[in-house]
């Protein structure tokens, strides 16, 4: 399906008009601490470049970011990228081993990190390391180039020099040449075998952007709170440049912070926008929104009391995030029936979208009030479904737009796997299009089970029905031996009589079964102990568990 093409705004321009604009207002902040105004970010981006010319670091030269979630992050970002170099965002929580092979793998030539993190990297597994930053406090914390550490030293007074009273806005200039430049090389996996580092234009930034602006905009003035990974595009693209380069003030959390933090940042900070991952809402709903239903089951049965019911627990949601949120936003996994089923009926003003970092990261989307449940959403660009029947037999989606990346840095043999013939970008997973053109995810192409009788059986199918049987928390459906394996890690009250647990299990099975087709019944149901390992946008990492 082709979409109707926007015109496409350089993201940096829009930057550059909006510092000019919002000098003194508020930019980026760490909630309760540090609080930054566009003119500090105009300065930082300034001091930068005088920076690297001084250090003789070039344009397109590569900068790693590995630190935790922080608005001096978020400065450190706009230096590297406003300036032209090519910004490697690694996640904090990556295994030191691998972030050093991820930086030296993007040839960055600084890395900007936490102090903790780096006293667990061996610089001797860098060579092409000149330097590495305190994020936190600029300081050096290591060096083996003085060029770049006199530099750095001298940076603010080399700024006092060229600007004696100071920068004004009438001489910020941010570049918009650059569209077909690399900007960003983001890695999807910490893994020290076959890195697959997703490389970013400043046009499919600038694309993102263009398409957020025309469905969700945002208004200078307003805030939002960032608790996804920095390094993550999808925390990156949508929680922080797309609402900060709009005039949007965004809070960072820091470390992941506990419910009853994360609703008092909300109140007090009372952002237009949510963005999250399923999971975030999903915890809401079990620890508050079903509590208060469960008690009032008996009026929810009465229409007239029940529309009444389901208003004022939606006002009391949009009250707990602040009471300004237009938009509860999710993606990186499928939310759960159940839950869906409880935010369609109570009208939460919602939508679940599709992306991937090769995306930018968007690949489907759609305004909560025409949001489909159990859908992500419409077309961002162009999509196909490799499939002779696209509306009933699921086949690969496969995608093109001026936001898909072009490439996978050093990694030929990806990038030959990722592209048809005939230049469409291989998502690996399956989905159907319905006929308004919703979107429909089934699954995984890795991951599709093909029984004996020659059946495609997608997992997340049957995991998303396991998720609305009782006791289960979390779900992830193997083969073994030609046998379909529930691994459940279960949710069972403390007081349960021991007899009753061991029951459990094949509760579980029977009752999922009663809504499967026969050739995907679950043959067995396994506890685990601890909850799944996930990836950064919280889904599970199935290959751990084959």
């Known amino acids: 399906m082709a979409k109707e093409l926007l015109t496409v705004k350089h993201y940096l321009k829009t930057l550059e008009e909006t510092v000019c604009q919002q000098w003194d207002q508020k930019a980026l902040c760490d909630y309760e601490g540090d609080t930054f105004t566009y003119a500090d970010v105009a300065k930082s981006i300034e001091v930068f470049r005088i920076f690297l010319n001084e250090a003789g670091i070039t344009k397109r030269s590569k900068i790693a970011i590995c630190a935790r979630n922080c608005a001096r992050w978020a400065m450190t970002f706009w230096d590297v990228n406003v300036n032209e170099c090519v910004a490697v965002p690694l996640l904090a929580d990556f295994h030191p081993n691998s972030i050093s092979t991820l930086t030296h793998h993007s040839d960055s030539v600084l890395l900007f990190t936490d102090k903790d993190i780096w006293e667990k990297l061996n610089p001797e597994q860098m060579p092409n390391l000149r330097a590495a930053i305190n994020v936190k406090d600029r300081s050096m914390l290591w060096h083996r180039d003085e060029q770049v550490a006199k530099a750095w030293e001298n940076r603010e007074k080399a700024f006092a020099q060229k600007y004696p009273t100071g920068l004004t806005k009438e001489q910020v200039s941010y570049p918009s040449d650059n569209m077909d430049k690399l900007a960003i090389i983001n890695y999807t996996s910490g893994t020290t075998g076959n890195p697959k580092g997703v490389m970013l234009t400043y046009g499919a930034i600038s694309d993102t952007d263009t398409f957020s602006n025309s469905h969700f905009p945002n208004q200078p003035g307003e805030t ?260 379909l394996v529930a691994l459940v890690y279960p949710e069972i009250p403390e007081d349960l009589d021991m007899n009753k647990r061991s029951e459990i299990p094949e509760l579980i099975r029977s009752t999922a079964n009663k809504s499967l087709p026969v050739y995907s019944k679950i043959n067995e149901v396994e506890f685990v102990d601890e909850p799944f390992e996930k990836t950064p946008k919280m889904s599970i990492k199935r290959y751990l568990y084959r």
């Open 224 to 483: 939002i709170v960032s608790m996804l990974p920095m390094a993550h595009m999808y925390g990156l693209a949508i929680e922080f440049i797309h609402p900060n380069v709009d005039g949007v003030t965004v809070y960072f959390l820091g470390k992941t912070p506990s419910p009853s933090t994360l609703l008092k940042a909300m109140q007090e900070v009372k952002p237009y926008m949510v963005v999250t991952v399923p999971l975030v809402m999903e915890k809401v709903y079990a620890n508050s929104i079903k509590p208060a239903l469960d008690k009032m089951k008996w009026l929810t049965a009465i229409p007239q009391a029940r529309k009444a019911i389901y208003k004022i627990v939606r006002k009391k949601v949009l009250l707990a995030f602040g009471g300004q949120v237009r938009g509860f936003i999710m993606g990186g996994a499928a939310l759960k029936p159940e839950v869906e089923d409880c935010f369609t009926q109570i009208r939460l003003p919602y939508t679940v979208g599709y992306g991937m970092t090769e995306a930018c990261p968007l690949l489907g989307w759609e305004w909560c009030t025409d949001f489909v449940p159990g859908s992500c959403g419409k077309p961002v660009h162009d999509l196909r479904i490799n499939s002779d029947d696209p509306r009933n037999v699921p086949g690969e989606i496969q995608v093109r737009g001026n936001n898909i990346t072009i490439g996978y840095y050093k990694n030929p043999e990806a990038n030959a796997a990722a592209f048809t013939d005939d230049g469409w970008f291989r998502t690996g997973d399956l989905g159907l299009l319905d006929e308004e053109n919703n979107i429909f995810i089934r699954g995984r192409i890795k991951s599709m089970i093909l029984n004996s009788s020659g059946q495609n059986i997608y997992p997340e199918e049957l995991e998303a029905v396991l998720s609305g049987c009782p006791y289960v928390n979390e779900s992830l459906v193997v083969e073994r031996k030609g046998r």
